[in-house]
């Protein structure tokens, strides 16, 4: 029954964190602000907003190791299995991204989540230092993105369209009604769903004789990354390496700074010793392996594609069987 319930909490954690960031797109559409800064701020939140709120209920019902799980398990899985599995499907031309700022803020971002974690927990204090790095990018991304704009004003239009048309949801001629029905069911769903998921995954946890963290590094994790997986398929499938990328890369500094950062105001998130001895390494290094791509223009090819979901498989076989 248990199996069921974190099942169906899953279930109503994607479906409504897609209905919450449809709502906010375009409710923020509609009210005028611009889709470059949409794209930057309301949907990098909204799709991490099941991780949050697993987190949040995590750490309420004095469950921490669940949140911390869910974010190191969520990055790891984001490169080896979202970024190895559509590459058996379909060759990923990374070679033609250039990623290579967005990287060294993700690996910045990881080494300190790391050196922040050795303190063996997250505070209140530690939450506003992740809180500040994550501004401090914002912030960097917004100039950037605006400075770029300015200097190619002539096509000005032509961006803020394409932007548009690069929003996942957006549609500038949705009712206002359907509007509020997506806001609705997101901000209804998404507590019902971490609160019937987390309380599953404990009592799975208690039942199996596992540790939270493995419920975390393994079922939480792999099911919050299915978002991920299915936008790199359907990346992948239609030659779009720069979006399979750059989800990739946003999605785990958002882990990182954001859902870890705002989880530990809210409450102490103790750090297990496994996540120190291992995990955040496992994590790191799959961060590492991006290298190729980024910096040498190498494509993620089928050989690599085999090579980074074996490495996942047998991180998961090691978990659970420790």
């Known amino acids: 029954m248990d199996w069921l319930l974190a099942?169906?909490?899953?279930?109503i954690l994607l479906l409504a964190g897609d209905s919450l960031v449809r709502g906010a797109v375009n409710l923020a559409l509609r009210v005028g602000i611009p889709a470059l800064v949409v794209s930057l701020t309301i949907v990098a939140f909204g799709t991490s907003a099941p991780e949050l709120l697993i987190a949040i209920k995590?750490?309420?019902?004095?469950?921490?190791?669940?949140?911390?799980?869910?974010?190191v398990g969520s990055n790891t899985a984001n490169i080896l299995m979202v970024l190895g599995f559509p590459a058996l499907l379909a060759a990923m031309h990374t070679s033609e991204c250039d990623s290579r700022k967005n990287y060294i803020y993700m690996i910045a971002s990881s080494?300190?989540?790391?050196?922040?974690?050795?303190?063996?927990?997250?505070?209140?204090?530690?939450?506003l230092v992740l809180l500040?790095?994550?501004?401090?990018?914002?912030?960097?991304?917004?100039?950037?993105?605006?400075?770029?704009?300015r200097e190619t004003r002539a096509a000005e239009a032509a961006l803020e369209d394409e932007a548009l048309e690069e929003l996942e949801g957006a549609d500038p001629e949705l009712p206002w009604w359907k509007i509020i029905v997506f806001l609705a069911l997101g901000l209804v769903g998404l507590p019902l769903g971490a609160d019937i998921l987390v309380d599953s995954a404990v009592n799975i946890a208690r039942e199996f004789g596992v540790t939270e963290t493995v419920i975390g590094l393994t079922l939480v994790a792999l099911g919050t990354s299915l978002p991920e997986l299915a936008t790199?398929?359907?990346?992948?499938?239609?030659?779009?390496?720069?979006?399979?990328?750059?989800?990739v890369i946003g999605s785990n500094m958002f882990n990182l700074l954001a859902i870890i950062g705002?989880?530990?105001?809210?409450?102490?998130?103790?750090?297990?010793?496994?996540?120190?001895?291992?995990?955040?390494?496992?994590?790191?290094?799959?961060?590492?392996?991006?290298?190729?791509?980024?910096f040498f223009k190498r494509d993620i090819t089928r050989g690599w594609g085999v090579l980074l979901t074996g490495l996942y498989l047998a991180y998961l076989a090691i978990v659970v069987m420790a």
Do not use: K
């Open 111 to 127: 080494l300190l989540f790391i050196a922040l974690a050795f303190r063996g927990v997250f505070d209140f204090w530690a939450g």
């Open 58 to 71: 995590a750490v309420m019902e004095n469950a921490p190791d669940i949140a911390m799980g869910n974010v």
């Open 232 to 247: 790199t398929v359907m990346a992948a499938l239609r030659r779009q390496a720069d979006v399979a990328l750059g989800n």
């Open 7 to 11: 099942s169906l909490g899953l279930v």
């Open 262 to 294: 705002i989880t530990a105001l809210l409450g102490d998130i103790p750090v297990d010793g496994q996540f120190l001895q291992f995990d955040l390494w496992v994590m790191l290094g799959a961060s590492l392996l991006l290298v190729p791509f980024v």
């Open 132 to 149: 500040a790095a994550l501004a401090a990018v914002l912030t960097d991304s917004f100039l950037h993105a605006r400075n770029h704009r």
